[in-house]
């Protein structure tokens, strides 16, 4: 599995709760789309998951930024991901990044409401936050392998107590 976190905006740990806390320990890999804060919040992280895939984020200190890139693209099951803070992109740009880097999904954070939906030949995440939803609810993403021919990943939007808000597919 692949548990998919944004926006954490913490100072002194992950502040990982409920399903969002259970999907980190069940992942692989863990991607995380920004907003550390500080090295305590990305020690954290590092502490609880198996793989950390992660970037930083506009509320980053120093030592966040010199140990996470801006942007950083990888393979996890068969499929491309480039994963990038997002700051003030919009879904042409966040689009355009994926074709860029060949990508079949661009996870994003910053806005700290989720969203999945398909841009042009690229499908962008945003798995919301977990811990400062600002006037949303905590969310994070979950993605499972899928049977069949190539590789394809069934997608949820989960609220932190675990009930399914949305789900998506990566083919």
């Known amino acids: 599995m692949i548990t998919v976190l944004s926006d954490t905006h913490s100072r002194s740990g992950h502040e990982l709760t409920g399903r969002a806390r259970e999907a980190v320990k069940e992942a692989e890999v863990v991607v995380h789309a920004g907003d550390f804060t500080n090295e305590t919040v990305l020690d954290a992280f590092e502490s609880v998951a198996d793989r950390l895939e992660g ?33 003030d992109r919009s879904a042409t740009g966040l689009s355009l990044l994926g074709r860029q880097q060949a990508a079949d999904v661009v996870v994003f954070g910053h806005s700290h409401r989720h969203a999945a939906s398909a841009g042009d030949d690229v499908l962008l995440l945003n798995p919301g936050s977990h811990a400062q939803p600002r006037g949303g609810v905590p969310t994070h993403a979950e993605l499972r392998p899928v049977e069949g021919d190539g590789p394809t990943l069934a997608g949820e939007i989960r609220h932190r107590d675990g009930s399914v808000l949305e789900t998506f597919e990566v083919a």
Request: no cysteine.
């Open 55 to 87: 970037v930083y984020g506009n509320n980053a200190t120093p030592g966040v930024r010199d140990r996470l890139p801006p942007e950083r693209t990888f393979e996890v099951e068969g499929v491309r991901f480039v994963l990038t803070h997002g700051d």
